[in-house]
């Protein structure tokens, strides 16, 4: 049962590790994350909570929310395209989520089952769709 506390910035954070190839020589080689420039590939990380960006182990960085949208912009500055799903989520989770997400058509605010098949499946053409080169 969920206690109500979200260090949602830890999961922006390593959403980025696991695609950052600034981790390449920690990560097992078949697992190893590609180059940012790395011809016929997209970089795209998903977001998704049901939280509110409300816990923080070391608030010497600021709170989680604070913290997600940094390390979100620094993601961004490295062309990696974010996608937020705000499922169920409180407004402070939304808010922080809509920040991350790169633009308005990447972020989704589904209420059901349905409507998170539907966000996912708009994710995936979106993502195919980055992902065709002429």
């Known amino acids: 049962e969920a ?15 696991r695609i950052s190839p600034q981790w390449t020589t920690i990560l097992p080689i078949d697992s190893a ?3 940012y420039d ?3 590939t997209a970089k795209a990380i998903v977001l ?10 070391d608030s010497g960085n600021g ?5 997600a949208r940094n390390v979100c912009d620094n993601i961004k500055t490295a062309g990696i395209v974010i996608y937020s799903v705000a499922f169920q989520a409180p407004e402070a989770g939304e808010e922080v989520l809509q920040y ?7 972020f989704f605010t589904p209420q059901n089952g349905q409507q998170l098949q539907d966000a996912y499946q708009a994710i995936a053409s979106s993502i195919s769709d980055l992902r065709i080169s002429h």
Not at 3 to 17: S, T
Not at 100 to 106: H, I, K, L, R, V
């Open 3 to 17: 206690g109500g506390n979200a260090a949602g910035h830890l999961g922006v954070a390593w959403g980025w590790y």
């Open 38 to 40: 790395e011809p016929d």
């Open 63 to 67: 709170t989680s929310s604070v913290q």
């Open 48 to 57: 998704m909570t049901d939280g509110a960006f409300n816990t923080t182990g």
């Open 33 to 35: 994350p590609l180059p």
């Open 100 to 106: 991350c997400a790169s633009d308005a058509e990447s």
